[in-house]
């Protein structure tokens, strides 16, 4: 029924509310393959609905189940370890939920193998073929192309195979290698070579022998190869690296030719290990500088052991950071470093790689509403984060792409309340930074509140904003709308855009207004409320020592004086009565006189 308190007819009509089921799923295909190889990852639930899951935490995508809810998927070669698809949600397009639930593909690393023992031997003698890899894995070979043979690495990974007598150079090549379902396809190759000379002569014990002197059968001091260029010097053989020094620094850089002989090319030397062949200073015998982001003396090393780690390296053991007083552009400003920094369990790993995150971290309390971070680097491509006390990000800046500094500029804070910044690496590259914190600060009446004179300065507390908007409110019977007037700096109340009246009570709000360097722009309101009231208009009167009864005889040409000045006045008005005599009764009618500008005086010569 319905009703409007007279008449109350019955009225008919329903709504239906229809639930569904609460929808759910699961996901299986936990398993162990093969490093390289794919696995079918299936999802069962409720039907035709939509499931999202990630990739390893890293994205996501989603999948629809069928009519009888399942769904499966074949996934792409895993090469990771161990590689994670996890449940995030469900939906059918009307309801949708969390859910949780894993499958876990792990790999097993694929098996590894070679095979060593190319040699010269003489006819009729027989040497070993040695393989070596994956501990008790199976090894395919062929002799000279023929059948699979197989052998089986020992627990340490070796095996060997002896020959016997050989009287034709022979091959043999490495197949493949298995350890369980596991395996991987090989073509390389030890090849015994039938010579007459199966040892020579190394006179320099540098495991290589002289061509011109050998012996089929074993002599001391001699090898079983011929390949030494130069059988009197030690540090020529095939295995001599001839480096390219195109600093001179006398270390050559990772360019080099394998070879026996010297190959007679400029800047050539003997020694490697140069990791910057354009830099004379930088080399394996150099000392370390530190703090030059170079790796000085090759080691694959930066500036190591040239400092601890940075002392305010965690979240608790933040460094201080004062600001109560300090007006911007004015702040704290620290220099600092993040070599051999960790990665405190504060910092989000969402912001950084997966090699980065290394921090530091200020503590802060907040003495306003507004606080900007300003950090400057030229070593490390790096991320500003600003946490709260409970350690939960509320802020973050990372705009700029490489090496550099960021700008964070975050409002909405607690006054009073405790906040952290994290200067972070995003990938894993240290090196030493400035950081600036800066409050910006609201603004107020610096004189307080109190009576004022219409014409008197008015003055903001300064708190190095770009601009201040001075809003004025009357109060109690004061009449007019509220007014305000923007200005670099201080006032006056006489200001024709704010129409502020004599004998008026305002209420005053400053706000303060920041132009950043970083093009942001910052608007502080005022919270602090003065109350001013504006002082009655003065009395005007004429001069006393001009006054009727003063000794002195005004003249035509005199200049009549009002006292006192009126400092918002625009003109005055003078009211001249002709008397009798002095304190005499009135003659005739008034008549007035307007002084030409906001001068409170007027000559007699202009007056009718």
Request: net charge negative; aromatic share 8%.
């Amino acid at each position: 029924s319905v009703t409007n308190g007279i008449c109350t007819p019955a009225v008919s009509g329903s709504a239906t509310l229809v639930v569904g089921n609460q929808l759910n799923a699961t996901i299986t295909g936990t398993t162990t393959i093969c490093q390289g190889g794919t696995t079918t990852i299936n999802f069962n639930g409720s039907p035709n609905a939509e499931v999202t899951y990630s990739l390893n935490g890293w994205s996501t995508t989603s999948i629809v189940l069928d009519g009888s809810g399942n769904a499966s998927l074949i996934t792409d070669e895993i090469y990771y370890s161990s590689f994670t698809y996890g449940l995030l949600s469900i939906t059918d397009g009307t309801c949708s939920r969390s859910i949780s639930g894993s499958a876990v593909v792990t790999t097993t690393s694929l098996p590894e193998a070679e095979i060593s023992g190319s040699t010269e031997i003489c006819s009729g003698s027989s040497t070993n073929i040695s393989f070596a890899g994956t501990p008790n894995a199976t090894i395919t070979y062929t002799v000279n192309n023929g059948p699979n043979q197989t052998i089986v690495l020992n627990g340490a990974g070796a095996a060997t195979l002896n020959t016997g007598a050989l009287t034709a150079n022979t091959t043999y090549t490495l197949v493949s290698v298995a350890v369980g379902s596991c395996s991987d396809v090989y073509n390389t190759s030890a090849v015994v070579t039938i010579l007459s000379n199966i040892y020579f002569q190394d006179s320099d014990a540098d495991g290589f022998g002289n061509p011109s002197v050998g012996s089929c059968s074993f002599v001391a001091g001699y090898v079983s190869n011929s390949n030494d260029c130069d059988d009197t010097n030690a540090n020529l053989n095939p295995n001599t690296n001839w480096y390219a020094d195109a600093d001179g620094d006398g270390y050559g850089s990772f360019i080099y030719i394998t070879q026996c002989s010297n190959p007679m090319l400029a800047n050539i030397v003997l020694v490697g290990g140069d990791c910057n062949d354009n830099n004379a200073t930088v080399n394996p015998s150099a000392t370390e500088i530190c703090f030059n982001n170079i790796d000085d003396d090759c080691d694959g090393l930066i500036d190591e052991g040239c400092v601890p780690p940075p002392s305010n390296d965690s979240f608790s053991a933040a460094s201080s950071v004062a600001l109560s007083g300090i007006a911007y552009p004015a702040g704290s400003c620290y220099n600092g470093y993040l070599t051999n920094a960790s990665v405190s369990s504060q910092g989000n790993a969402g912001n950084v790689l997966p090699a980065g995150g290394q921090d530091v971290w200020y503590k802060i309390v907040a003495p306003s509403k507004a606080l900007r971070a300003v950090l400057n680097t030229s070593a490390f491509n790096c991320v500003l984060e600003l946490h709260n006390a409970a350690g939960a990000q509320i802020d973050v800046e990372n705009d700029l792409t490489g090496v550099g500094g960021e700008s964070m500029n975050t409002t909405g804070l607690t006054v009073g309340a405790t906040y952290y910044i994290a200067v972070r690496s995003y990938d894993g590259v240290l090196g030493a930074f400035n950081l600036c914190v800066q409050s910006l600060n609201s603004s107020y009446c610096n004189d307080g509140s109190g009576p004022r004179e219409l014409c008197a300065i008015f003055k903001a507390k300064w708190v190095g904003a770009n601009s201040y908007t001075y809003n004025f409110i009357p109060t109690g019977a004061t009449p007019g709308v509220p007014t305000s007037v923007t200005s670099a700096g201080n006032i006056v109340l006489s200001a024709a855009g704010l129409s502020l009246c004599h004998n008026g009570t305002y209420d005053v709000k400053i706000d303060a207004f920041y132009n950043l360097p970083d093009g942001e722009n910052v608007l502080m309101g005022g919270t602090t409320i003065c109350n001013i009231n504006i002082l009655p208009h003065a009395s005007v009167e004429v001069k006393a020592e001009q006054r009727c009864g003063y000794p002195a005889t005004l003249l035509k040409g005199t200049i009549l004086q009002g006292k006192p000045f009126v400092c918002s006045a625009q003109n005055y008005t003078f009211e001249f009565i002709e008397l009798a005599s002095c304190g005499g009764a009135p003659i005739g009618m008034p008549f007035f006189a307007t002084s030409p500008g906001s001068s409170s005086t007027i000559n007699l010569n202009s007056v009718p």
